[in-house]
């Protein structure tokens, strides 16, 4: 069966975001020797690039590309004498009912790349590389640096877990506080990547993870926190796009929000709270909890959103989180008060920051500064990199268009 060339690298690309770094992690686990695995697997995808045009995708991607990695993998053992020839590769598990939490190769090479031997500025760098693909371009960009200097880290770094012969396993319970954190920060990310826009596959295994985080260290709050967190966003999954337009959470269909999902969530950070330590993950819960309660009330708690927000940025400040504030406080107190506050973040970056300008138009739109509003929303749209979203601010820019005329 033929298949168009653009369905099958379509098809390659959302393997690749969803099993990249289970892939690497399976292959690198016997040697350690992680750039080898990313050698011999991307010679795989170039391989399903060229095949599956004609062959069709097959029934287990993820298996045809870890057995032709493998082999490639096992070539290149061949013509290096300074490696074993019975470098072997375990089978490819059957990851829709493999829920054993030793067994999961992508946790195991997190845990690898936060190992205290490895220099703590480049942990979640090189997760971001090894678990979600991402080149060392795009890792760069993120951390301000120049790609050539990020992937000499990266080379370094992996060098260093291969010489030092890290084990690819779940560490002992004691070795959590040392490593926990940077692997949490990097579950997240990866949830992160695709969970409005993208095929699905990695925020829903990132929530399979997170899920796992919490049985390993039940006692940890910030990683209940996290599962908390990922399973009110996952809960909103079928009501976050309609027509393949963006609905703000305020504006979504509760009748669509999975309720087992939310009460779960709620529980976890109900047990987390117990603790008495709030951290970044757990203050993140709160804030979809509220967002979550209005499935019960009917409305949403702006107050207590506002107030969420403000300890969010205390101990976490980063651009999102200064914005969304923003926002929250726009919604809460005015719009005066929430552009005055977001005319007062000065984080770099800020003028090119989509969020920013979709907030900045809302307000001034909410204020009937017309003018300034479809400037912003010109702005936000120029911005907007995913088709939802951008959608949406259309469909705000022709709203305003309307009340304008």
């Known amino acids: 069966?033929?298949?168009?060339?653009?369905?099958?690298?379509?098809?390659?690309?959302?393997?690749?975001?969803?099993?990249?770094?289970?892939?690497?992690?399976?292959?690198?686990?016997?040697?350690?020797?992680?750039?080898?695995?990313?050698?011999?697997?991307?010679?795989?995808?170039?391989?399903?690039?060229?095949?599956?045009?004609?062959?069709?995708?097959?029934?287990?991607?993820?298996?045809?590309?870890?057995?032709?990695?493998?082999?490639?993998?096992?070539?290149?053992?061949?013509?290096?004498?300074?490696?074993?020839?019975?470098?072997?590769?375990?089978?490819?598990?059957?990851?829709?009912?493999?829920?054993?939490?030793?067994?999961?190769?992508?946790?195991?090479?997190?845990?690898?790349?936060?190992?205290?031997?490895?220099?703590?500025?480049?942990?979640?760098?090189?997760?971001?590389?090894?678990?979600?693909?991402?080149?060392a371009e795009e890792i760069a960009s993120a951390y301000l640096v120049s790609p050539k200097a990020m992937a000499q880290r990266l080379v370094r770094a992996k060098r260093k877990i291969r010489d030092a012969g890290i084990p690819f396993t779940i560490p002992d319970t004691s070795e959590f506080p040392d490593r926990m954190e940077a692997v949490t920060e990097a579950v997240y990310g990866a949830f992160a990547v695709d969970w409005l826009s993208g095929a699905g596959d990695l925020s829903h295994e990132a929530f399979f993870l997170s899920t796992i985080l919490a049985g390993l260290a039940p006692d940890n709050p910030e990683v209940l926190g996290l599962n908390a967190l990922i399973g009110f966003i996952e809960a909103r999954r079928d009501a976050r796009v309609s027509d393949g337009t963006l609905v703000p959470v305020p504006e979504q269909d509760v009748t669509l929000w999975d309720t087992h999902l939310i009460d779960r969530s709620m529980s976890l950070l109900a047990r987390a709270s117990q603790a008495g330590l709030p951290g970044r993950f757990q203050i993140e819960a709160a804030i979809q909890s509220v967002h979550c309660a209005r499935r019960a009330t009917g409305q949403t708690d702006w107050r207590a959103l506002s107030k969420l927000f403000a300890g969010l940025v205390a101990v976490y400040p980063t651009i999102g989180s200064a914005v969304s504030q923003a926002a929250v406080v726009a919604e809460d107190a005015g719009p005066a008060q929430g552009l005055a506050m977001l005319e007062k973040t000065s984080f770099t970056g800020i003028e090119t920051y989509q969020p920013a300008w979709a907030v900045r138009a809302h307000c001034f739109a909410q204020m009937s500064r017309w003018a300034e509003a479809a400037e912003a929303y010109d702005k936000a749209i120029s911005l907007c990199t995913d088709i939802p979203s951008r959608r949406w601010l259309e469909t705000k820019q022709r709203d305003l268009r309307k009340k304008s005329s």
């Not at 099958?8 to 892939?23: C, H």
């Open 1 to 135: 069966m033929t298949e168009h060339p653009d369905q099958s690298a379509a098809r390659a690309q959302d393997v690749a975001r969803a099993a990249y770094g289970k892939l690497i992690a399976m292959l690198a686990a016997r040697s350690g020797d992680i750039a080898a695995a990313e050698d011999a697997l991307a010679d795989a995808f170039v391989a399903a690039l060229t095949k599956w045009p004609d062959t069709g995708v097959p029934d287990n991607p993820e298996a045809w590309l870890l057995t032709v990695a493998k082999n490639r993998r096992i070539d290149a053992v061949r013509k290096d004498q300074r490696l074993v020839i019975t470098d072997e590769v375990p089978d490819m598990p059957d990851l829709r009912t493999d829920t054993d939490p030793a067994a999961d190769a992508r946790l195991k090479l997190l845990f690898v790349c936060a190992h205290p031997a490895i220099d703590p500025a480049i942990r979640t760098p090189l997760m971001l590389q090894t678990v979600l693909g991402l080149e």
